[in-house]
């Protein structure tokens, strides 16, 4: 059967010529009445190609300018004064409907032209909701005559869901009244786990492929991907991210290793070549992230861009972009699916970003680079039990689009006593460059665990071959500790003590997710990053302000609030589970303290000069810059006369025929559009919330629309959708 992504990419008014030829061999009766050309992002970042590219060019370089609001839909599933959600959604639009999901994690349908909520969905059946969620998937099954079935695939929580499409209720027929647990089929008891997915899965005729988030903690489970059939939900095939006795890439893990060893899992989505029908995973790390005595060897599939059959999930081919990985280097986005020229030739081949700075440019059919990658010695682990590569691999072009090495002179000086005090780190923390390994004394980390690239990951651009990322430049510190498990349990019992008096005195004010209730009360959240443990002690102590004084209430237990309002309780947890013995028995257990922590002054400034953010235009035949320019911009943190500072931020750019890159997702709340061709901004404007979340761009009663998820704020902390188009 043929998918509906054959004529995804053709442009708007291509595709309406060819409309009663394709529309009329697949029976797209609906499709060709009003909304003939609402398919060019019917499918997560675009296209099965994950292009996050339009062929679109009603808005342009020369009106851009005149882009304004055409709707804004608020979604309210969350109680007033819930701490505000952040959406990573980019919606679909299939025949002027949009699909998204908002941050509670609910499913909704909305008319793609006026904004109007057609149905909504709560996968928990009023429970509390929440965490990731990227988007839909869409699915229509024209093996029967008449009105096709259309469903939208969707995860929430655990749980796979196929709803009808015009109604948003889960179908009868597929799993268990419309819905199959994605902790059934995996290593362990299904009871016992919990398997939740964050981007949507992909199409590949009728099977649903499947990745996952899993923990990476010790005890994870693995990141098997899964294809389930889209009418019935029968799990189809299984793809061993962690192989099997038996299987190709076993002997890179130690002989057991399957039996306990989690992670190496998809969490970020996939791309399919659909004529040649092979699906391309981003694979992530293995667990746990930061020290792998357990799985000694290069732990395939772990950072591995791997070619599967997408109708069976036979492995094809595999490239490891990470050996043992240490420093969650997971593989951030789904891969990008290019055509590049060479020779005058053209070249199908796959694009991957990485968190550590580098484009991967690869032979789609064959896996075989197409620029030299080196294997470089790089730095050996001091930890006892620990085996780091003795080698890992550099592609020599493109260039790293990321910051990969940072001297004494990089860090930033907004105190004299701040700068004193990075200085001191800089030089107490072992530091020889990319992957220099997780350490005890502390190890300074660039590019951090947030990348390099992030999830957003990469637009193409086919007619000039140049990929377009965003990258975040920002140290990170990884300080490694031993796990003495009796101390583990002393420190739990402390800290449940302060959360005990936390929840007695303090939550009233301050909230029980610490998140305050600005400007009256403030957030204790980051707490550890502007102020010291002995200046929170006496605030408490003392009080000032609204803040009455606790030194009575807290006597005796100090130790025990400092601890809830400075510590980690997930580090007791990782102990925990591990007990539990499915970690290799007898190994010494290290724990990241700072893990995923960014390297800052203790006024909770960057520590690493500007820019902390980037925007890269590469070309991918050439391997060649055409501009790099900098995204986003913290205004407090601008020297007078600076040039913007950059900043942080996951979602990833768009990009269209009509000239033009879109790209949000920095703290700075903009939304912006450059020219593709000279990177310069060409229209901005500010967004009610932070847009976590890459836009999408479709045609609707002939006019065109750009639209994106924004997170929510205080007054509507559900967040909404939001679209633009000219006047
Ligand atoms: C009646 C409301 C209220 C209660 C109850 C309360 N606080 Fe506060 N807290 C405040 C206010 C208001 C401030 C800001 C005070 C100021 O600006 O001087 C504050 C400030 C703080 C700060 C400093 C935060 C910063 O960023 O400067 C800490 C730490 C803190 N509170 C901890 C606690 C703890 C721990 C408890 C419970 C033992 C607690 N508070 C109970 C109202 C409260």
Not at 483 to 492: I, L, S
Not at 503 to 522: I, L, Q, R, S
Request: net charge neutral; with cysteine.
């Amino acid at each position: 059967m043929i998918g509906i992504n054959q004529f995804q990419k053709l442009p708007f008014k291509k595709k309406t010529v060819l409309i009663p030829v394709v529309a009329g061999f697949l029976g797209l009766v609906a499709y060709q009445a009003r909304h003939a050309d609402d398919r060019s992002w019917s499918i997560y970042k675009a296209d099965a190609e994950s292009t996050s590219y339009s062929p679109l060019d009603q808005i342009n370089a020369t009106n851009v300018n005149q882009l304004q609001p055409a709707w804004t839909h608020s979604y309210a599933d969350m109680k007033e004064g819930s701490r505000a959600g952040s959406s990573e959604c980019n919606p679909i639009i299939v025949d002027g409907v949009m699909y998204t999901t908002s941050a509670k994690h609910w499913a909704y349908a909305i008319n793609a032209e006026t904004g109007e909520q057609i149905w909504s969905f709560d996968p928990f059946d009023g429970a509390e909701g929440g965490g990731v969620s990227r988007g839909v998937t869409y699915w229509e099954d024209r093996s029967h005559s008449g009105e096709p079935d259309k469903r939208i695939l969707f995860t929430g929580g655990d749980n796979l869901f196929a709803l009808d499409a015009r109604t948003g209720k889960p179908v009868p027929g597929f799993g268990e009244n419309g819905r199959v647990s994605m902790n059934v089929g995996l290593r362990d008891d299904p009871a016992s786990i919990s398997v939740i997915p964050t981007s949507p899965g992909i199409i590949y005729k009728d099977l649903l492929i499947m990745g996952a988030e899993v923990s990476e903690l010790y005890g994870a489970q693995p990141g098997y991907i899964r294809a389930y059939n889209c009418r019935t939900g029968k799990l189809e095939w299984t793809f061993h991210t962690i192989p099997l006795p038996g299987e190709a890439g076993y002997e890179s893990w130690p002989k057991e290793a399957y039996k306990y060893a989690g992670g190496v899992n998809d969490w970020a989505g996939m791309s399919l070549d659909t004529r040649r029908g092979i699906v391309f995973l981003a694979l992530g790390s293995p667990s746990y992230d930061f020290y792998g005595a357990d799985r000694k060897g290069d732990n395939l599939y772990g950072n591995s861009v791997v070619a599967l059959d997408a109708a069976t999930g036979k492995y094809i081919w595999h490239y490891q972009t990470v050996h043992h990985d240490l420093w969650d280097y997971d593989l951030p986005a789904p891969p990008n699916l290019v055509t590049v020229k060479r020779d005058g030739k053209a070249i199908d081949a796959v694009a991957q970003v990485t968190k550590h700075g580098f484009v991967f440019v690869f032979n789609r059919e064959t896996g075989e680079p197409l620029f030299p990658i080196e294997e470089r010695p790089v730095p050996a682990s001091r930890i006892p039990g620990e085996y780091a590569s003795p080698t890992q691999p550099f592609p020599l072009k493109p260039k790293p689009f990321a910051r990969q090495w940072m001297t004494e002179a990089d860090l930033t000086h907004f105190t004299d006593a701040g700068h004193d005090s990075i200085v001191r780190k800089f030089r107490s923390m072992r530091y020889e460059g990319l992957f220099t390994p997780p350490d005890l004394k502390g190890t300074l980390m660039l590019p951090g665990s947030r990348g390099g690239a992030e999830w957003g990951g990469a637009a193409y651009d086919p007619a000039s071959t140049v990929l377009f990322v965003k990258s975040n430049d920002s140290p990170e510190i990884q300080s490694m500790k031993k796990v003495d498990p009796e101390q583990e349990a002393k420190d739990q019992t402390v800290f449940d003590q302060g959360k005990t008096l936390y929840m007695t005195y303090c939550v009233a004010c301050h909230g029980k997710d610490k998140n305050g209730d600005e400007p009256n009360y403030p957030s204790l959240i980051g707490l550890r990053s502007r102020m010291t443990r002995e200046a929170a002690l006496d605030k408490i102590k003392k009080g000032g302000g609204k803040m009455p004084a606790f030194a009575s209430a807290i006597k005796g237990k100090e130790k025990g609030i400092i601890a809830f309002l400075y510590d980690r309780p997930q580090n007791s947890a990782k102990i925990t589970k591990q007990e539990t013995g499915q970690t290799q028995k007898g190994a010494d257990k290290y724990l990241n303290l700072t893990a995923y922590g960014h390297f800052r002054d203790p006024q909770g400034n960057p520590a690493l000069r500007p820019p902390w953010g980037t925007l890269n235009a590469i070309n991918l035949s050439t391997g060649e810059y055409e501009w790099q320019v900098t995204l986003g911009n913290d205004e407090k943190r601008q020297a007078s006369g600076a040039p913007e500072t950059g900043q942080e931020g996951s979602a990833g750019p768009i990009v269209t025929a009509g000239g033009l890159i879109f790209i949000s997702g920095t703290q700075d709340r903009k939304f912006r559009a450059f020219d593709k061709k000279t990177g310069k901004v060409v229209w901005q404007t500010t967004l009610p919330g932070v847009a976590n979340a890459t836009a999408c761009t479709y045609m609707s009663g002939g006019k065109q629309y750009v639209a994106l998820s924004i997170g929510g704020t205080k007054e509507n902390p559900s967040g909404s959708v939001m679209a633009f188009r000219l006047p």
